[in-house]
């Protein structure tokens, strides 16, 4: 009706930023979208509802619109699979790895010849799969380091939405004062560091942490410590300093919340390596812990929340959350997902890293040095990713996609 339409416009002239953000409206055209992409890129913007599945693949040359059927089973093969990959359930894995390449990727197989890079928009439930992950014909348990990945055929990375794509194509280099910044609580195991009431009783609803993982005791009452987490910072600080750029860190009870506001928008890089939480039904509650996390209400809280991120400045080219499930968030109809990558897309920053489930805080920072190694070599974001989780795959102790395959790059 009118009176929507105008509140609508309204919300688009005040929120220009965020609309872009959540407003299929505001997709780019079609051929400046395909002036933005390589020959060996591809766009496949996924939607499904009732029993049909569209996929449009855009190429810089090409563009085809993919329609299919699907049954009732289709959500519930992307929830096994997802579950198989958080809980490391080979048999449901492999099935589900097979049936959804089977269905999101092979029909478009005629249509990606000589693609070699993937952005994914994904639509309703295929938010939560790392299309990496899929497996690209039925595999036997003959070693994780050799199954048949679909990350062995493209690099992959993920999107929103299209109109996004052409602003992370557009700014290459380093413009800020300070080229990396890192933090880590760290939350040595022992210290007496309490989670708040108002965490207890307003975002944990459903924990299951496990002591090595970065989330949050079974009780609520404590964090575990994450010892890997410094390590991971301080390797990262020293390639920078090896390359002779400008980098500082903040470990302990120097990384506080205070301190990631006060310096995040003067970083190219912006690498935050803690506990995250996820309140999935309001995601304003997410948010990732600091060291001074304190029994307040106040801003300055020690938990950075997502809605907080809305109100900062960025100019990072990337942001790393080091954290489980900091991609999470809660599927909105005409929203896609809403998670802290969201507010941080809208704070500026251009590329970020985040998490689909809880990580193992040794493998997380194998990945995440790894990661930077390669950016320093010259990869782009989205090859750097590639190439250190095909290096947690050749390791026999990382090789399973539950160590590698939730980490995915927003952007290029």
Excluded at 171 to 183: A, C, I, L
């Amino acid at each position: 009706n009118l009176d929507h339409r105008n509140l609508i416009n309204s919300f688009k002239n005040k929120y220009p930023k965020y609309y872009q953000l959540i407003s299929p409206e505001s997709d780019v055209p079609l051929t400046e979208l395909q002036s933005q992409l390589s020959d060996d890129e591809a766009v496949i913007d996924y939607f499904y509802y009732d029993n049909t599945l569209f996929a449009a693949v855009i190429t810089a040359n090409d563009i085809q619109i993919n329609k299919q059927t699907i049954d009732d089973t289709f959500d519930e093969t992307i929830d096994k699979h997802f579950n198989a990959l958080k809980h490391i359930d080979f048999e449901d894995y492999r099935n589900t790895g097979t049936a959804l390449y089977n269905t999101l990727v092979y029909p478009l197989k005629n249509q990606l010849t000589g693609i070699r890079k993937l952005i994914i928009i994904p639509g309703g439930k295929l938010h939560y799969i790392p299309f990496e992950s899929l497996l690209t014909n039925s595999a036997v348990d003959n070693g994780f380091s050799e199954l048949p990945y679909l990350l062995r055929d493209y690099q992959i990375s993920y999107h929103y939405h299209s109109s996004l794509i052409k602003r992370n194509k557009t700014v290459s280099g380093f413009t800020q004062p300070v080229d990396f910044v890192g933090f880590a609580p760290v939350f040595t195991d022992g210290e007496d560091i309490q989670a708040s009431s108002i965490i207890k009783s307003s975002i944990f609803e459903y924990l299951k942490g496990l002591l090595d993982y970065r989330s949050v005791t079974v009780d609520g009452k404590s964090f575990v410590g994450l010892p890997y987490s410094a390590i991971e910072i301080r390797k990262i600080h020293q390639l920078f300093v090896d390359q002779k750029l400008k980098t500082t860190i903040f470990l302990n009870n120097e990384s506080t919340e205070a301190q990631f506001v006060s310096i995040a928008r003067q970083a190219n890089i912006i690498h935050i390596a803690t506990h995250g939480l996820i309140n999935a039904n309001n995601p304003s509650l997410s948010g990732l812990l600091f060291y001074d996390v304190t029994d307040t209400t106040s801003i300055d809280d020690g938990i950075f929340r997502s809605d907080e991120a809305f109100n900062l400045n960025l100019n990072a080219d990337l942001l790393v959350m080091s954290s489980c499930e900091s991609g999470i968030g809660k599927l909105k109809k005409g929203e896609g997902m809403i998670a802290l990558t969201r507010g941080f897309l809208y704070a500026g920053a251009r590329n970020i890293i985040h998490s689909l489930w809880k990580v193992n805080d040794k493998h997380t920072s194998e990945l995440m040095v790894e990661l930077y190694n390669n950016i320093l070599n010259g990869q782009d974001y989205g090859e750097a990713l590639h190439n250190a989780k095909l290096k947690l795959i050749a390791g026999e102790r990382t090789a399973f996609p539950a160590s590698w395959s939730s980490f995915v790059l927003i952007g290029r």
